[in-house]
């Protein structure tokens, strides 16, 4: 749950990467204009939740399924993404599908190491990437 | 020196670079999505592919505002974006009108109103067109943080 309001913000580091691959190179972002597009970032997943979340309703299904997510883009006049979307989504499934049978033999060699791996992994996994782009140099000192 | 770490960290690490590396399919932070996302109150569970698909909707999203503002906005002549072409894209531009009223709301949401709020405002609309009753609301709400404040 999201108890603080910067709970919502997404990493500014990550989000000025994204406008950046998308800008020509050279181009000046000023800072609001980071945290304007990084809050209507935030906005956008907000927005795009509850109309899923409406389309799930509808079906009388409690989660939100990749199918809502979609309809979503398309009630919300993102038609434009639907389709590159829809390429992703099956890389990501592929990829999934690949780590877990990578986890089952892994599981065979080392069970216990591999249970604190992926307690590691659901926590830190995020958080970690954000701490490298932000603090690569205190994070090595740490450890 | 990278890489270089001790324990099992290295080894969840490395398996997490040979999935991705540079190339990740995704560069938001799937947990921070799914926190925003469970800020919603209505919502109560997400599977992995439709957070998946939200967070890059998102860097998608992050792409086509960035670059619609520069391409419609007066910072091109300058090389630049700024706060003021995104603002005229929320005004002018339909698809994204949904930011318009949020987005001085977002300026100061920190000091002003707790994201619990706005997010149960916003997921409170079913559709954009019932939005628009809210945004006006929110609207004014604004005009008043405005008065009281001297810049953004």
């Known amino acids: 749950m999201a108890e603080r309001p910067e709970d919502l913000n997404l990493p500014n580091a990550v989000i000025t990467r994204i406008i950046k691959e998308a800008l020509p190179d050279g181009v000046n972002i000023s800072k609001e204009a980071r945290s304007a597009i990084s809050r209507a970032a935030s906005v956008f997943v907000l927005y795009a939740t509850s109309c899923a979340n409406n389309f799930a309703m509808k079906g009388k299904r409690k989660t939100l399924n990749a199918g809502d997510v979609l309809s979503a883009m398309e009630e919300m006049e993102f038609q434009r993404f639907i389709a590159p979307l829809k390429e992703s989504l099956e890389v990501y499934r592929r990829e999934q599908k690949g780590k877990k049978e990578a986890r089952k033999d892994k599981d065979k060699k080392a069970d216990s190491e591999e249970q604190d791996k992926s307690r590691e992994d659901d926590n830190d996994d995020d958080d970690e990437r954000m701490e490298e782009e932000e603090q690569n140099d205190e994070e090595e000192v740490d450890n | ?152």
């Open chain 2, 1 to 152: 020196m990278r890489g270089e770490r001790p324990g099992p960290r290295r080894g969840g690490k490395m398996a997490a670079r040979l999935s991705g590396g540079e190339n990740r399919l995704v560069s938001l932070p799937l947990s921070r999505i799914r926190v925003i996302m469970k800020s919603s109150p209505e919502v109560s569970s997400i599977n992995q592919d439709a957070l998946f698909l939200t967070a890059k909707a998102t860097e998608l999203f992050v792409q086509y505002l960035a670059s619609y503002s520069y391409k419609h906005g007066r910072g091109k002549e300058k090389n630049a974006l700024t706060y003021s072409d995104l603002s005229h894209t929320a005004e002018e531009c339909e698809t994204f009108q949904f930011l318009a009223g949020i987005s001085p709301v977002l300026q100061n949401y920190t000091r002003l109103i707790s994201a619990q709020r706005i997010a149960v405002s916003i997921s409170d609309m079913p559709t954009f067109k019932s939005f628009q009753l809210v945004k006006q609301d929110l609207k004014k709400m604004c005009q008043i943080m405005w008065l009281k404040k001297s810049h953004i």
